[in-house]
């Protein structure tokens, strides 16, 4: 296969929390944060990914670091195409900048025409050629090795850093779909108010998102572990230590978690008799980094008498899922009526 013979397809997840890319042949080549660390004038990009999340919370006055997508969709323009462009020069090499590549991004269930035409010009003007939009629960189902070709009923939950999805999906469409504006990221949020009104601690998101990943959980656990954090006292204003356990995150988690719960009932109760019935016997598949949130499988089916699982590599479900139908498109272009070729 020659230079230019090479494929020249690409997926991309963009997300709240990290941007992931798949090459077709190759498959995922780039997970990264979806952070940015600019100038305060935002002119000069200084560090892109994993190096500009190491500078969260910790820059001079004159360093921003933050991320462009807020809630699933792009709420600083211009960085997310300077990240884009980075990122897909990264994934595709020297090729990236010879090439146009036909680029398909994900999107929430719910995206406004606003917002998708803010994904399809970005990715264009980042360097793709061809840009399609998919979905991200449909995404999330193909990667989670789901048959959604069939007449029969899947509920998938995708559970990101700003959004969770939730939709039946049945012939290759969604059937009923949700988009809730609470996920991984409220998590944090939750977890950064608690420890401030019951221990008047002040802790940032680095240290609440590794409460949350060591020891947050949704559903009692068998035994209760502990952590030990440092963070701000908001009396004396000096460092402190403290010692915070799962029973307490669970506390802290409570609201962001069971409004998913709500968002799963609320799809369930708007879905077809027949469906619902192909539910009951397939379950419910969680995928998305929120999903790994301890027992909160279990509350799900605690509370919708389903039984509920989380895909293998959850975390990437959805860009596997853009690759699948990167390789598929005989397959998926025409079954797939919602992924929209622009030139």
Same mark, same amino acid.
């Given at each position: 296969?020659?230079?230019?013979?090479?494929?020249?397809?690409?997926?991309? &997840?963009? $997300?709240?929390?990290?941007?992931?890319?798949?090459?077709?042949?190759?498959?995922?080549?780039?997970?990264?944060?979806?952070?940015?660390?600019?100038?305060?004038?935002?002119?000069?990009?200084?560090?892109?990914?994993?190096?500009?999340?190491? /500078?969260?919370?910790?820059?001079?006055?004159?360093?921003? %670091?933050?991320?462009?997508?807020?809630?699933?969709?792009?709420?600083?323009?211009?960085?997310?195409?300077?990240?884009?462009?980075?990122?897909?020069?990264? %994934?595709?090499?020297?090729?990236?900048?010879?090439?146009?590549?036909?680029?398909?991004?994900?999107?929430?269930?719910?995206?406004?025409?606003?917002?998708?035409?803010? @994904?399809?010009?970005? %990715?264009?003007?980042?360097?793709?050629?061809?840009?399609?939009?998919?979905?991200?629960?449909?995404?999330?189902?193909?990667?989670?090795?789901?048959?959604?070709?069939?007449?029969?009923?899947?509920?998938?939950? &995708?559970?990101? +850093?700003?959004?969770?999805?939730?939709?039946?999906?049945?012939?290759?469409?969604?059937?009923?779909?949700?988009?809730?504006? #609470?996920? +991984?990221?409220?998590? &944090?949020?939750?977890?950064?108010?608690? #420890?401030?009104?019951?221990?008047?601690? /002040?802790?940032?998101?680095?240290?609440?998102?590794?409460?949350?990943?060591?020891? $947050?959980?949704?559903?009692?656990?068998?035994?209760?572990?502990? !952590?030990?954090?440092? $963070?701000?006292?908001?009396?004396?204003?000096?460092?402190?230590?403290? =010692?915070?356990? =799962?029973?307490? !995150?669970?506390?802290?988690?409570?609201?962001? @978690?069971?409004?998913?719960? &709500?968002?799963?009932?609320?799809?369930?109760?708007?879905?077809?008799?027949? *469906?619902?019935?192909?539910?009951?016997?397939?379950?419910?598949?969680?995928?998305?980094?929120? =999903?790994? *949130?301890?027992?909160?499988?279990?509350?799900?089916?605690?509370?919708?008498?389903?039984?509920?699982? @989380? %895909?293998?590599?959850?975390?990437?479900?959805?860009?596997?899922?853009?690759?699948?139908?990167?390789?598929?498109?005989?397959?998926? $272009?025409?079954?797939?009526?919602?992924?929209?070729?622009?030139?």
């Amino acid at each position: 296969m020659g230079f230019l013979g090479m494929s020249n397809d690409v997926g991309i &997840d963009l $997300g709240t929390a990290s941007v992931l890319v798949y090459i077709r042949g190759k498959g995922i080549v780039l997970n990264e944060p979806s952070v940015v660390a600019t100038d305060s004038s935002k002119k000069n990009v200084l560090a892109i990914g994993e190096e500009a999340r190491q /500078m969260i919370g910790r820059t001079p006055g004159n360093i921003i %670091a933050t991320r462009p997508l807020k809630d699933g969709v792009i709420s600083d323009y211009d960085v997310t195409e300077k990240m884009l462009r980075h990122f897909i020069r990264k %994934a595709m090499g020297r090729r990236g900048s010879i090439l146009r590549p036909r680029v398909a991004v994900c999107i929430p269930c719910e995206a406004t025409e606003v917002e998708k035409r803010a @994904v399809k010009d970005a %990715a264009l003007s980042a360097g793709a050629g061809k840009v399609c939009l998919i979905e991200e629960p449909v995404a999330a189902a193909i990667g989670a090795g789901l048959d959604i070709s069939k007449a029969s009923g899947s509920l998938i939950i &995708d559970i990101g +850093g700003g959004t969770t999805d939730v939709a039946v999906i049945s012939l290759g469409g969604m059937v009923v779909r949700s988009c809730l504006k #609470i996920a +991984g990221d409220k998590f &944090d949020e939750a977890i950064v108010r608690y #420890i401030r009104k019951k221990h008047n601690v /002040m802790i940032g998101e680095r240290t609440s998102e590794e409460l949350k990943i060591n020891i $947050g959980t949704a559903f009692p656990r068998e035994e209760n572990i502990s !952590m030990d954090i440092r $963070g701000r006292d908001l009396v004396t204003g000096l460092p402190k230590n403290i =010692s915070v356990t =799962s029973e307490e !995150m669970r506390e802290a988690l409570e609201e962001p @978690v069971f409004a998913i719960v &709500d968002c799963v009932h609320s799809v369930l109760e708007r879905t077809p008799p027949e *469906l619902s019935a192909d539910i009951i016997n397939k379950g419910i598949v969680m995928t998305g980094g929120g =999903s790994l *949130l301890n027992g909160l499988d279990k509350l799900i089916e605690s509370k919708t008498g389903v039984s509920t699982r @989380v %895909a293998d590599q959850a975390v990437c479900c959805v860009v596997l899922g853009t690759g699948k139908v990167l390789e598929n498109m005989d397959l998926y $272009g025409d079954t797939l009526s919602f992924i929209q070729n622009v030139e």
